[in-house]
């Protein structure tokens, strides 16, 4: 078998012979981490790259999997942003991994923040007040315990080059171990010194409890917590947490990935130890984002075998009114934009398309005040079947990371756009688990007057 370099070599020798002057393009070849690229290129993200171009989008790793709920971003210490990747199936490669990514789209190679071998652990990541990451870790036991262990661990940001970043566990909390294949996602928000951390405890039929967190000293201690049932279309092993906090402080829970629900929490009335956690109410659309002011969310329209694609339409149910509801998009079936990610008082959420190729990954902002609209787009360089996306809005940049399927893996792209303000108010002026693609079926859809809107 060739080896990578004297492939090139035949490649560049057939070129020349054949009296062709070889035209290879910006990104012509994959090359592994360190990899050898031909004359005028450099390997960067895992991708030969010509020397002076700076392409659209740039793959920084190849996995087995990886979740959609398992790719967070965060505000770099310097300029741009860093993406948290919890890579749960790459065999000898599990563990959670960051990714820096300058404002002009240059990566980092990947860095091993906290790395796990056998077992499958779901995770959510926020920025602790003292510059480290705060990664909360939902592990299923080993052989020998029979409980689930919620940790929160401290990770620092910078450490000396190719050395190990220090972790400290801040927080440690159990619940009885019912089985399963994977834990359930956790969710997590942040404001300044609390922490709110969303997670399923599947005994007694299943419920959702809310952890409320406050630093002291170096560690991180519950001063209250709230819990509710899980309603009965959401089994307690697919109680999959997410928490949405708006600006004023009210936290949205969605649980479920093929049937979802939605509670509310007021921290202001749940200090003392009084949880005051709403009941779920059922939605059969699929929750994007919420604020007290309402619930914005995807609907899934007619699927169209021929194409394997799905209509969409973007709803916005606010907590008094009619909603409001934007038609014409559509998603292949394997596509899924997961959640929103909070920015200027609204959230971003991607990939929004009316283009079932998805030749662009298109950012769409959405509040409870303004209406839908694209806001960025990046180009994308591959071909391959995109799975989740996941954006990011930082000044006057949208950070862009999504994953597509390759033969039997997943690649990770990541690009950088330029944020379109113009015009806009204030901004400028489905879960899916491994291997499935379950998605929602027709029901009621969020209707106040009907008793079925989110809370």
């Known amino acids: 078998m060739l080896g990578r370099t004297a492939r090139y070599v035949l490649v560049l020798s057939t070129l020349l012979g054949a009296g062709c002057t070889p035209e290879l393009g910006d990104v012509p070849f994959a090359c592994e981490s360190g990899g050898v690229c031909p004359e005028g290129y450099s390997c960067q993200a895992t991708v030969c790259v010509r020397d002076g171009a700076t392409p659209t989008s740039r793959r920084p790793k190849r996995v087995a999997w990886i979740n959609p709920p398992e790719m967070f971003w965060l505000s770099s210490e310097g300029e741009g942003a860093t993406l948290i990747v919890n890579d749960g199936f790459t065999p000898g490669a599990r563990g959670i991994y960051e990714i820096r990514v300058a404002p002009d789209g240059k990566l980092s190679e990947p860095r ?19 510059g480290r990451y705060g990664v909360v870790l939902v592990r299923f036991p080993n052989v020998e315990s029979d409980e689930t262990t919620l940790e929160l661990l401290g990770i620092e940001r910078t450490s000396a080059s190719g050395s190990t970043p220090a972790v400290e566990k801040l927080f440690s909390t159990t619940t009885p171990f019912l089985g399963g294949v994977e834990p359930p996602y956790v969710g997590a928000a942040i404001d300044g010194t609390t922490l709110n951390i969303a997670w399923t405890l599947p005994s007694g039929g299943g419920r959702v409890e809310v952890l409320h967190l406050e630093r002291e000293g170096s560690l991180w201690n519950p001063t209250w917590k709230a819990s509710t049932n899980l309603p009965p279309d959401v089994p307690p092993l697919s109680g999959d947490c997410q928490i949405f906090r708006d600006d004023g402080g009210l936290l949205t829970v969605r649980v479920g990935f ?67 509801e934007d038609k014409g998009f559509v ?14 008082g609204g959230a971003l959420v991607t990939p929004v398309s009316r283009d079932p190729n998805l030749p662009t990954i298109d950012v769409a902002w959405r509040s409870p005040t303004e209406p ?84």
Request: glycine share 12%.
């Open 258 to 324: 093929e049937s979802y629900a939605l509670s509310t929490l007021d921290p202001a009335t749940a200090m003392g130890g009084m949880g005051s956690m709403a009941e779920f109410v059922p939605t059969s659309d699929e929750p994007l984002f919420g604020w007290k002011d309402g619930v914005f969310a995807m609907r899934l329209g007619d699927f169209d075998p021929a194409k394997a694609t799905y209509a969409v339409s973007y709803v916005f149910a606010p907590s008094t009114g009619m909603p409001t």
């Open 331 to 344: 998603l292949p079936e394997t596509t899924t934009p997961f959640v929103g990610t909070p920015f200027e």
């Open 112 to 130: 091993a923040l906290y790395t796990y071998g056998g077992g499958t652990i779901s995770s959510a990541v926020v920025p602790l007040p003292d």
């Open 372 to 455: 839908l609209r694209i806001v960025a787009s990046v180009p994308r360089t591959s071909t391959g079947l995109v799975f989740s996306a996941r954006a990011f809005g930082l000044g006057d940049k949208a950070y862009v990371a999504w994953t597509e399927f390759y033969e039997s893996n997943m690649d990770l792209w990541i690009g950088v756009s330029d944020l379109r303000r113009g015009g806009m108010g204030t901004l400028l002026g489905r879960s899916v688990r491994a291997r499935a693609f379950a998605r929602p079926i027709e029901g009621p859809r969020i209707d106040k007057a009907q008793g079925q809107g989110a809370p």
